[in-house]
């Protein structure tokens, strides 16, 4: 026993003995790496206790400080004159989204400066109260009052609240219009399509089995139906026992709670001889863009390559859909390890299959959204498939393709296409298997993203890696085209000549470093370089240098930039006013069309539709509020 009390000195814990526990080695220990040991200790009690690890704040005050913006899990509010008038808006939108931290005294307005809290006892009061006496459900935050830089500041966390109980809300306001969400850096009074889905999960509402009461048995594919039955009677003897009636009842095919027999609408979309007949929006909306961005043109100032409305039962829309794809797809022609011709379609079908027939399976069909359609669009660098209403219940965009316990918003549809098999055949295998197949092609895994009121699953081919290789594709000195950026014309101090494949490797450069800028034109005729003849280079004129004598401009090529440039400006304003025939932001406007500068974008683009009398604020009372959105505004076919 005398081992473990052994009181010999250690001056690091690399003497300790680990077979020997002495009290004052541990106490030594604990000395020693007493922060340690806070530090560890804060962050379990942080993610479940009631104790707010100040190391946690101090980081978030960093990313406020660093890129000078709020996020969707940090909020500053000023309380130098006192409590804030309205705070509860964000304490309801985080406990509605993911959490997140609030730190009063922090000045947003002047560059998220430290400004202090007026008084730090009276503020948790004031907060506390809050919680518990205006929030429904109460809320229970942590709180940390600390000092930095000779001022007082106040730090809430707030934890999301389980999804059975939410919607959070502040209760004078009432539920609907005291209810908010997270959305960037900005608290949103929820939609009613958010408020309804929560309160139809909290009540285990699932619609699709509610009835379809313009609909008979008759409308129903019988031959198929009686298929299904048997195939079901075959599986499960028990089940046999039922007659016709009461089997289609079981599998959620009819309505059970009426007299008169009803098809549900997951009876209807999988056994419906023409389902649109009673939901005429739940079709899928396929196009085929000429461009990257909804809104460009081809070169005949078509705005879709190819559209179709795909309609039909689940399964027939989901073959439909990929025949459209297959169709609009670019196919290559590759030989094997056994020298065997095969096709390689520009995206792997399957992947594409597994993203559609989710789409079309848990999709939301309640009555808030039962206008929207499926949408698939086809641009020349992605597909994008979306699809509407949000992940159901707990389900969450980091667990996507990870659990095998996800919840399902059609519990009927996903049983019904499972014991079919013709669509779903291993559930929870999705998601794997497109990062599989996309992995397999070469190309980037899928991306999901999920709006207020949709959900997106993008799919990138290699197009720009194409690109890139085939402009850096060049022959040496023994000859070969070269494609010029500016059209293929070079102006020469030596009448036009380049001698030596030095100048060939330095238009290469030039060519590389004006890609972007000059949206890699092509040279028609021209480029044509040949080292034998002392490395001349064609223009696209037939070799024609531009003379200052005949008043002709040096680099013609740049009147074609600025045309295509204004091109590009008058698509992206027809893209903004497609955008905002529902209200919109900047921000949001920025997401949506993939623009960085706020500043170009206000200015060449909002602004100008604004001056032309085609845009409009929302808030008109002050149009530099926070929280502007924009409507679109006499809007006419051409503006489409």
Do not use: W
């Amino acid at each position: 026993m005398s081992q473990f009390f052994c009181c010999e000195k250690v001056e690091s814990y690399s003497q300790l003995n680990k077979n020997i526990i002495c009290p004052y080695h541990f106490l030594k220990m604990f000395y020693l790496y007493r922060k340690y040991i806070y530090v560890i200790f804060s962050a379990f009690t942080a993610n479940g206790g009631n104790i707010l690890n100040k190391e946690e704040v101090l980081v978030a005050m960093d990313y406020l400080r660093k890129y000078k913006t709020e996020t969707e899990r940090i909020e500053a509010k000023t309380a130098k004159d006192g409590f804030p008038k309205k705070c509860y808006d964000t304490f309801s939108s985080f406990s509605n989204k993911y959490g997140g931290i609030i730190i009063f005294g922090i000045n947003e307005n002047k560059g998220f400066s430290i400004d202090g809290v007026y008084d730090v006892n009276d503020l948790q009061t004031q907060v506390t109260n809050l919680c518990s006496d205006s929030m429904e459900p109460k809320l229970r935050p942590k709180i940390l009052a600390f000092e930095l830089e000779g001022k007082n500041l106040l730090a809430v966390k707030l934890d999301e609240i389980p999804q059975n109980k939410k919607p959070c809300y502040y209760k004078p306001k009432g539920i609907k219009n005291g209810s908010y969400t997270r959305v960037g850096d900005r608290d949103d009074i929820m939609t009613d399509y958010e408020l309804y889905s929560l309160q139809s999960y909290n009540d285990h509402v699932f619609e699709d089995t509610r009835p379809t009461k313009r609909a008979d048995i008759n409308d129903l594919n019988l031959k198929e139906l009686s298929l299904y039955i048997n195939k079901i009677r075959n599986l499960k003897p028990n089940f046999s026992k039922n007659n016709f009636d009461e089997c289609m009842k079981l599998c959620g095919i009819t309505d059970a709670n009426h007299k008169q027999i009803y098809p549900t609408l997951a009876g209807i979309m999988t056994f419906g001889n023409y389902p649109q007949a009673f939901y005429p929006q739940l079709f899928v909306a396929c196009v085929v863009v000429p461009g990257v961005e909804l809104g460009d043109t081809g070169q005949m100032g078509e705005r879709f390559i190819d559209n179709k409305r795909i309609e039909g039962t689940i399964e027939e829309m989901l073959n439909g859909t990929m025949n459209f794809l297959r169709r609009n797809m670019k196919t290559s022609v590759i030989i094997d390890s056994n020298g065997k011709r095969k096709d390689k379609s520009e995206y792997p079908l399957e992947a594409l299959r597994e993203a559609v027939a989710n789409a079309l399976i848990h999709r939301d069909y309640s009555t808030q959204t039962e206008n929207a359609y499926i949408a698939v669009n086809m641009y020349e660098d992605r597909i994008e498939i979306i699809s509407p209403g949000t992940l159901y219940g707990t389900n969450r965009l980091d667990k996507l393709g990870t659990s095998t316990s996800m919840e399902v918003r059609n519990p009927n549809i996903v049983r019904i296409l499972e014991e079919k098999g013709s669509v779903i055949e291993n559930r929870h295998s999705g998601i794997p298997t497109m990062k599989r197949e996309m992995r397999k092609y070469g190309l980037p895994d899928p991306e999901f993203y999920e709006e207020r009121d949709s959900f997106k699953v993008i799919f990138r081919n290699n197009s720009r890696q194409q690109k890139s290789s085939d402009i850096g594709q060049q022959k040496g000195s023994g000859g070969g085209q070269q494609k010029s950026s500016t059209g293929g014309q070079q102006k020469s101090s030596d009448g036009g000549q380049q001698k030596g494949s030095g100048a060939g490797q330095q238009n290469m450069q030039n060519i590389k470093q004006n890609e972007q800028q000059s949206g890699q034109q092509k040279s028609s005729t021209g480029g044509q370089q040949n080292s034998s003849d002392g490395g001349q280079q064609k223009s696209s004129t037939g070799g024609q240098q531009n003379s200052s004598v005949g008043g002709q401009q040096k680099g013609s090529s740049a009147g074609q930039q600025n045309e295509r440039n204004n091109l590009k400006l008058e698509q992206m304003k027809r893209a903004v006013l497609t955008c905002c025939v529902e209200p919109k932001t900047i921000k949001e406007l920025q997401t949506l069309l993939k623009i960085k500068s706020r500043q170009y974008f206000s200015t060449n683009i909002i602004k100008a539709l604004i001056d032309e009398g085609k845009l409009e604020y929302t808030n008109q009372n002050s149009i530099h509020a926070r929280n502007q959105k924009y409507k679109t505004k006499n809007m006419g076919e051409k503006d489409l």
